[in-house]
């Protein structure tokens, strides 16, 4: 009974030890070949919006209203952010009772230069009637303009002048004021941030009530409707794009694994001067990203062998990720499995990806890892753990 026992023992033994080193049973095992594709560098970018505008405020005061929060959608001329008015519009109150003051003061101006030029000051009677007035104005005046004891003309030039003058300054009174209630217009404006164009609020900075400074942000507001990749490139592979190049597969993102075709929207034509890098933006499919999310785009690499380069091609089912890394399994010299991290390259419209480094061409790669493989502990030298 005991030998029985022990020959089921070490049978069951047996059996686990062949099983924990058997080889998946999979006949999905792809050699890997080269590829003709130009090499790429994978470059990382964010992901921006079309048009986007940063509201700072432009005069103190205190926030009245928010039109919304983050994710609301407005149209173009809407309110989004007004402050407080109530000073300003006490301050155009004042404006508009000091311009209707000067136009009075004009207008009374206009009408004592009048009187002056028909009836003027200076050749009106000094009062009384009879001998004595008409004696004044027949020989007093006339004698005292003849011995230059005074000088009637010249009075009234003085007094046409005085007139003139007072018009003048009126006049400069109601420019005065109407400056005033345009610059207090240009304030009531400033007052409230006005949506430029259709779009979306992505950020507030302040909440109603919040009392703010001039040069203080306040909103961020983004058209989505068209969306960007904004990419540091390195000057030797910029050499290699062109304004309104298409670059096929060759972006994906955080929420979209799957390669996007996208297109060079603008070069900035300034390299930055401390990474020496250019900034290039690349227009995207619509629906594949949201805004801030981490791009991975593939550009050519032009300064590479002027003839294309050959590089490994595997399926694309055969790469698996833990984490954010790409894993591969490699059938190694003795027949298991073997793990391998990798770098991708590009997906190629035959269901191949390039890989820039972690095979050569000749290794047999499992193309579609079973669930038996991905759960056993992975072991990438095998011959040594049976020692």
Not at 109 to 134: C, D, F, H, T
Not at 301 to 314: F, G, K, L, R
Not at 323 to 328: E, F, K, Q, S, V
Request: hydrophobic share 40%.
């Amino acid at each position: 009974m005991r030998r029985i026992l022990l020959s089921a023992a070490l049978a069951a033994f047996s059996s686990l030890a062949a099983a924990q080193n058997s080889i998946p049973a999979s006949d999905d095992i792809f050699v890997v070949e080269a590829s003709t594709e130009r090499p790429t560098i994978a470059v990382g970018g964010t992901v921006v919006p079309f048009r986007e505008v940063t509201f700072a405020a432009q005069l103190p005061g205190r926030i009245k209203t928010i039109s919304g929060i983050e994710g609301d959608a407005f149209e173009a001329g809407k309110v989004l952010i007004e402050l407080d008015e109530a000073e300003l519009l006490a301050n155009r109150s004042a404006a508009v009772a000091a311009l209707n003051a000067a136009e009075a003061d004009m207008r009374n101006a206009g009408v004592q230069y009048n009187r002056e030029l028909w009836s003027p000051q200076g050749k009106a009677s000094p009062g009384g009637m009879g001998i004595p007035n008409l004696f004044d104005q027949v020989f007093t005046r006339p004698m005292e303009d003849f011995v230059g004891g005074r000088d009637r003309d010249a009075e009234r030039s003085a007094d046409l002048y005085a007139s003139t003058t007072r018009i003048e300054q009126a006049r400069s009174q109601i420019m005065r004021a109407q400056s005033e209630i345009q610059a207090i217009d240009a304030k009531l404006r400033d007052a409230k941030s006005i949506a430029p164009f259709d779009g979306v609020i992505m950020q507030k900075m302040v909440e109603e009530g919040d009392t703010i400074q001039p040069g203080q942000p306040m909103l961020t507001f983004s058209d989505v409707t068209w969306l960007q990749v904004e990419v540091d490139v390195p000057a030797r592979l910029a050499q290699g794009l062109q304004a309104m190049m298409i670059l096929k597969q060759s972006a994906s993102f955080d929420d979209h694994p799957e390669a996007v075709d996208v297109r060079v929207a603008q070069i900035f034509p300034m390299a930055d001067m401390q990474r020496h890098t250019i900034k290039v933006k690349f227009d995207i499919p619509q629906g594949v990203s949201k805004p801030g999310m981490y791009a991975k785009v593939l550009i050519p690499d032009v300064t590479a062998a002027s003839s294309m380069s050959q590089m490994p091609a595997i399926p694309s089912s055969a790469i698996r990720y833990r984490g954010n890394l790409p894993i591969i399994y490699v059938k190694n010299m003795e027949g298991y499995p073997e793990l391998r991290m990798v770098r991708e390259g590009k997906r190629l419209g035959n269901g191949l990806t390039t890989i820039l480094s972690g095979i050569a061409e000749g290794d047999m790669v499992y193309a579609n890892p079973g669930p038996d493989m991905l759960s056993r502990p992975q072991r990438t030298n095998l011959p040594e753990e049976k020692q």
